[in-house]
């Protein structure tokens, strides 16, 4: 199976392991999020989507059978494992009769891959149900009527996005969906400067491109003069960004009018994810504010609601005095829109990145200015990471070439957004350049382009990644990470940093265990 999101509520910390294990050794690629009460529960599965649920029979706040129970619309969206150390049968019995997709015994759970092959069958028999359900309302589904169409563009009317958003297409699908925002750039001046038709083959050629990308299951109506929504079952914010870029560009290169005159046109584009069963108008409120925001950016480009939010964010932590004050005003303002992944990369870790890079500093005799730049350098330089979706950020699978390029311009994000929160140019380029291999320098032995603090900061991040444990990887030690570090000295690291490292490392060790 590809990619996985596990929710796993279980109070023992001892069980936690024991069943995060068994499902480690036989899926590794699956995202396993760990809560102790049935209300944490229920609050994660409002958040998200998860593949499939395992819930303690006996939680501190309720059992298993009243949370399916009280939790029946949040808990339809994925099969539900029952688990219990108990051997009393009416523990299985209620389990079962109150929606559980199985019931298994801890002690059989935590064996070989038993835990893995029930929650394999259960997601498996999930999905076909919801196929058969689906292809049942497709059949009953009536025809899109002529007048819910479009003249100038043949997509859909607005009527029809009404009738979309109400219906049972996507309410009762329980998969993430996205919507994407279209606002073709400028064009009140084009119809001014070349005439209404020019207007018109414009929309038609921009609605030819959105018919281009889109899939059977999409939905794309035309909302308004030079709007435009697209409704995407099945697809992650990720796969929105990625698809509202490459419409971007499409669209870039398209020229309307005759030969000598001919048009270009661009196209500024909001993009928001969310779980189907939150469809609703909101979510075009929401796609519409993020494209906003592309046309304040200056059009021709694609923003996020998560960037909507963070800009929010920026603004109100410009009330903090000084760079750490506004880093902790804009967490506590952004980080209710934030998920787990995005929350512990702009928090915990950065906090502990900044530590070691002062230690490192110091040992390398570098000079009180440059320590202070690394510190606040190490607290904002995963801040543009908060706009990273929070799907790309938590996926353990290998990245494809546009997900790796959408990754990595977190490092040019948080050098853009670094001094809204009052770092100066030199901490913000050290941001820019905390990835850059320190071989990459110039040919003919020329000094590396790579700031000396981008150096330590690189090496601080890396270490600190390396030591913590993440949901599809286990930590390494610190003697392991270390290792590691000297393995990429001079290629990826720089080696006198490197070197220092051992001296950094021995206040993380309690952490890291």
């Known amino acids: ?3 996985l999101s596990v929710l796993l509520a279980e109070d023992n910390p001892d069980h936690q392991d024991l069943l995060r294990l068994a499902l480690a050794e036989h899926c590794p690629h699956a995202e396993v999020r760990t809560v102790e009460t049935g209300q944490k529960a229920l609050e994660a599965l409002r958040q998200r989507e998860f593949d499939c649920a395992i819930l303690d029979f006996g939680l501190p706040d309720t059992t298993a059978d009243q949370l399916l129970t009280a939790a029946d619309r949040e808990l339809r969206a994925c099969p539900v494992l029952v688990v219990s150390s108990s051997t009393d049968q009416g523990v299985v019995v209620a389990s079962m009769r109150s929606g559980s997709a199985d019931f298994i015994p801890k002690a059989e759970a935590v064996q070989g891959d038993a835990l893995w092959r029930r929650v394999e069958h259960a997601i498996s028999r999930h999905r076909g149900l919801r196929k058969e359900k689906r292809q049942v309302d497709r059949r009953r589904a009536p025809p899109v009527p002529l007048s ?43 119809n001014e400067t070349y005439g209404r038709a020019a207007g018109d083959e414009i929309l038609r050629a921009v609605s030819g491109a959105v018919r281009e990308r889109m899939r059977k299951a999409d939905a794309a109506v035309r909302r308004g003069g030079d709007e435009f929504v697209i409704l995407r079952p099945a697809t992650t914010l990720t796969d929105a960004w990625l698809g509202a870029e490459q419409l971007r560009r499409r669209v870039q290169a398209l020229r309307v009018g005759p030969e000598g005159r001919a048009t270009p046109a661009t196209v500024s584009l909001g993009a928001v994810g969310f779980a189907t069963r939150h469809v609703a108008c909101d979510v075009i ?21 998560q960037m909507v939010a963070v ?14 004050e506004r880093w902790r005003k804009f967490i506590a303002h952004c980080l209710g829109d934030l998920g787990p992944t995005q929350q512990l990369h702009v928090t915990a870790h950065s906090w502990q990145v900044s530590q070691m890079t002062v230690r490192l500093a110091r040992y390398l005799g570098m000079g009180a200015g440059a320590v202070e730049r690394v510190r606040i350098a190490g607290l904002l330089h995963d801040v543009g990471k908060s706009v990273i979706p929070e799907d790309l950020l938590a996926k353990p699978d290998t ?56 150096k330590v900061l690189h090496v601080a991040d890396a270490f600190t990644a390396m030591v913590a444990k993440r949901p ?33 490392a021995p206040p993380l060790r309690h952490r890291a265990s």
């Open 285 to 305: 409120d929401r796609a519409e504010q993020a494209m906003h925001l592309a046309k304040e950016r200056g059009r021709n480009g694609v923003c996020t609601w």
């Open 1 to 3: 199976m590809p990619h």
């Open 399 to 454: 990245f494809s070439q546009d997900e790796r390029d959408l990754m990595d311009r977190h490092a040019e994000l948080g050098a853009e957004l670094a001094p809204r929160l009052g770092a100066d140019a030199q901490t913000a380029d050290c941001i820019r350049h905390h990835h850059a291999p320190v071989g990459n320098g110039a040919a003919g032995g020329a000094p590396s382009p790579v700031p000396p603090e981008a």
């Open 148 to 190: 819910e169409t479009d003249a100038l563009t043949g997509l859909c009317h607005p009527r029809h996005l009404e009738r979309l958003l109400g219906s049972d297409r996507f309410r009762d699908d329980r998969r993430r969906m996205s919507c994407i925002m279209l606002d073709v750039d400028h064009l009140n001046a084009i």
């Open 311 to 324: 800009e929010r964010a920026l603004t109100l932590a410009q009330s903090g005095s000084d760079p750490e």
């Open 472 to 504: 599809h990887r286990r930590a390494m030690s610190v003697d392991a990470a270390l290792a590691e570090l000297k393995r990429g000295a001079g290629r990826e690291y720089d080696p006198e940093v490197v070197a220092m490292a051992r001296y950094a």
